[in-house]
């Protein structure tokens, strides 16, 4: 895995860094940590966590590590987020640049994929490209995710 430093993960403007960018600063969901450079998800008590595909809304990249495993913190910190273009390791050889424009799909904090079911899965945004180094470029914000889950939700 490469390492998830916020400012390796960055692409350059031509890649959409700066366009519609925004910063969110959420708590902390108990006793969790979130990595600097990771994708981080809102649960539903607009609590920030790392991505994982146990739902919630995907909502940008960790600019700072915060928090530990397992450890209970008080008071609670809370995690700055930053939404835009970022760059995530891809599963497998699930996407590559035949697929631009799809959906791509937490595996975990740092990975995404192309397999999903919308509305049961958790989308990390929409699939822009693969960069030089083979990662995914990843347009990733809730305006875009929560989009996506309200499209597809059925209850």
Known sequence: ????????????KSHGEGL?????????ADTVQVK????????SSGEALPADTTGGTV????????GEDGVSLDPVPTVRVTTGVFSWDVASSSLDNTKIGVVAYVV????????GTP????AAGIFL????DGQAKVATSPLITGALF??????
């Open 1 to 12: 895995m490469a390492a998830m430093d916020p400012n390796t993960r960055r692409l350059t």
């Open 20 to 28: 519609n960018q925004f910063k969110f600063e959420l708590p902390l």
């Open 36 to 43: 600097a450079g990771s994708l981080v998800m809102m649960n």
């Open 59 to 66: 909502i940008g990249r960790a600019d700072a590590q915060v």
């Open 108 to 115: 975990d904090d740092h990975t995404v994929g192309a397999t």
């Open 119 to 122: 509305g049961t899965t958790v």
């Open 129 to 132: 490209g693969l960069d030089d």
């Open 150 to 155: 309200a499209a597809f939700d059925n209850d």
